[in-house]
């Protein structure tokens, strides 16, 4: 807990307070900064800006894109969106289960990597897509996804 | 990050095609302002608008028929009048670039290679509707494009296009943008502005119409992207040279992205009313032999291979197939493909974006994933086809809140209907034919 310690946190309340409906914008700053959105800093978020923090929780957990507890180093993703099933996509997940010891939604005991399944990224005419961090792999082939997966994150 | 070029040629079947939204898509920096200047960026900001009253704008657009390009294909022009006149509060515009419906990827293009013309059209549009403060709201995972949205808006202030006193004249407006973070339901319009207002984006109930009580209680109007960046060409050469493309009900012309079994995937932009099979050819032709093809996004009733031959991409032809051009989403698919699985894919999808809030949708989506599941792993039992449909049958419109019910529930209906011996030939894998798995219990391979 003591690396989360919310040192920004005022700064970005600062930030966000006196716009209107700026929870969700004040939300990402903090994950951004944090990786997630950590209990603690979350706490004083809302003390800062006076919102409740029932109202915290219910947008956290509302939208897919906040994290409650701090992801692995690199963040896998599978797109599970129509195109990307049909051209294999499960299979890509069952690889990288396999490879990594961990079900989709988990990270791995060393905090190197998490694996999620996403919906539809918009990326549709690449299909299979996975992106790992921000690099996006392209018609992947499962016999070669565990490679590229260890390649990008060898290359970040 | 480019993910797609765009490469249209510039006729087909001996015929010009439009370039109303796709204009700047292949000119090397059009996105910067300097570049879509020298292409004729902003030709409207001045006496071309400026020089007419905003009710003659309003009028203009309703006149050219353009409809919404976000799902619903709603006339905006007639969106536009149910504005309150003198509201005596501010009015809002809301850009919905949330683009979330599977298949869809076109709004991110625009966004990339066109974020002026978005702009241009923004400012014709809120000096239309007396608006002086607007709202993008992009889809969290899109930060690339917000990246781009914010360089062309530093671009566009600086250059005295937004602001004070848009171009010396009276008129002002400032644009803001709002990064959403991944919640499916936030592209409908109520829910928008629900998370626009940093809550929980469930959707509220219509009537009020956001027009007459939006975001922030006030007047608000939504509209999509492309059918924001059509209104500037519609000011400048009017709703007649609009009407050039299209039908009588469908006028102009509309971006559709195309994936799945499809040479060239990407997107295209073609008048309204071409055929699905000649469109197929322009993006390179179909892979494989043609089963059927989902032809709006994944809310949109699946058609069969035959349908396909028969339809057209425009919105009387698709309803009169009981189907919808929805966003202009189209994947075909072809007989290697399994259409069982495909609607898994969108059942899951539907499962885990219903919002919540309203009972039969809830809980009907997520009963309708277990049934299909348990079904595909070799459970199901007779029956189970039915059930599927009468589950389904439970959030169609009226049920709920918002139209999220029925667009999980059309996919289903359609699918089942359209291509029942497939799923009846899982059934057949299961010799006791009867159902041999708790559905209450497992929620098998949950998607997140
Ligand atoms: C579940 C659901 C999701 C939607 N998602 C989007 C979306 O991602 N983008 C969009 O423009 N419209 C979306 N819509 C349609 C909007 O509610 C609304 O009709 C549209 O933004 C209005 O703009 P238009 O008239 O320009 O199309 C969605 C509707 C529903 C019911
Ligand atoms: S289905 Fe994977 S990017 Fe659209």
Request: one cysteine or more.
């Amino acid at each position: 807990m003591a690396a989360t310690a919310p040192a920004d946190v005022p700064a970005i309340a600062k930030k966000w307070k006196d716009k209107r409906g700026s929870l969700i914008m004040a939300l990402h700053d903090l994950q951004g900064r944090y990786g997630y959105v950590p209990r603690d800093a979350a706490l004083e978020l809302g003390k800062l800006m006076g919102v409740p923090l029932a109202r915290i929780y219910e947008v956290t957990t509302f939208y897919n894109f906040f994290k409650l507890e701090a992801p692995g180093k690199h963040i896998i993703s599978v797109c599970m969106g129509t195109a990307c099933y049909l051209k294999g996509a499960p299979e890509l997940v069952a690889r990288l289960s396999e490879k990594l010891g961990i079900k989709a939604g988990e990270t791995t005991p060393d905090k190197q990597f998490h694996l999620q399944q996403v919906r539809c990224i918009g990326c549709c005419g690449l299909a299979p897509v996975v992106t790992v961090n921000e690099k996006v792999l392209a018609k992947v082939k499962p016999a070669e996804i565990v490679d590229q997966v260890y390649a990008c994150a060898k290359g970040a | 990050m480019t993910l797609y070029g765009f490469s249209q040629p510039t006729h087909w079947n001996g015929q010009e095609l439009p370039r109303i939204i796709s204009r700047l898509f292949d000119v090397p920096d059009g996105h910067r302002l300097e570049v879509a200047r020298r292409h004729g960026a902003y030709a409207t900001i001045g006496p071309a608008l400026f020089d007419r009253a905003p009710y003659e704008i309003i009028h203009e657009v309703a006149e050219s028929g353009l409809r919404g390009r976000g799902g619903a294909g709603f006339p905006t022009g007639v969106k536009w009048g149910f504005v309150p006149r003198a509201p005596g509060k501010p009015v809002y515009l809301v850009i919905n670039a949330d683009e979330g419906e599977p298949g869809t990827f076109k709004d991110r293009l625009c966004l990339t290679r066109d974020p002026h013309l978005l702009i241009e059209g923004m400012i014709c549009t809120g000096y239309a509707l007396g608006v002086r403060t607007a709202y993008i709201y992009v889809r969290g995972e899109m930060l690339p494009q917000i990246c781009i949205l914010n360089q062309a808006l530093r671009e566009a202030y600086d250059a005295g296009l937004l602001g004070e006193r848009i171009a010396g004249s009276r008129y002002s407006l400032d644009i803001f943008v709002h990064r959403g973070a991944g919640a499916y339901i936030c592209g409908e319009e109520t829910g928008l502005i629900n998370s626009l207002e940093g809550f929980k984006g469930q959707p509220r109930l219509k009537p009020p119409f956001p027009a007459v009580s939006g975001a922030f209680g006030a007047p608000t109007v939504v509209n999509n992207v492309e059918t924001i960046m059509a209104v500037p060409y519609i000011v400048q050469h009017g709703a007649k040279a609009y009407r050039r493309w299209g039908t009588e009900k469908s006028p102009g012309s509309k971006l559709f992205s195309v994936s799945g079994d499809i040479a060239r995937p990407g997107v295209y932009e073609v008048p309204l009313g071409m055929p699905f099979m000649e469109f197929f050819a322009l993006a390179g032709g179909l892979v494989g032999e043609l089963l059927g093809c989902i032809p709006g996004g994944s809310s949109a009733p699946v058609l069969t291979a035959e349908e396909t031959r028969r339809a057209t991409m425009d919105y009387e032809s698709l309803s009169s197939l009981k189907s919808m051009l929805g966003s202009g989403a189209v994947t075909p698919f072809n007989t290697t493909r399994d259409p069982v699985l495909i609607l898994q894919t969108l059942t899951r999808f539907y499962a885990h974006e219903s919002c919540g809030q309203c009972t039969p949708c809830r809980e009907g989506t997520g009963y309708v994933d277990r049934v299909l599941d348990a079904l595909i792993d070799g459970h199901g039992g007779d029956g189970d086809v039915d059930l599927l449909k009468s589950l389904a049958d439970q959030y169609e419109p009226m049920t709920t809140i918002c139209a999220f019910g029925p667009g999980a529930a059309w996919p289903v209906q359609s699918f089942v209907s359209k291509f029942r011996p497939y799923f009846e030939a899982y059934i057949a894998k299961n010799p006791q034919r009867q159902r041999t798995r708790d559905l209450a219990g497992v929620r098998p391979g949950a998607f997140w």
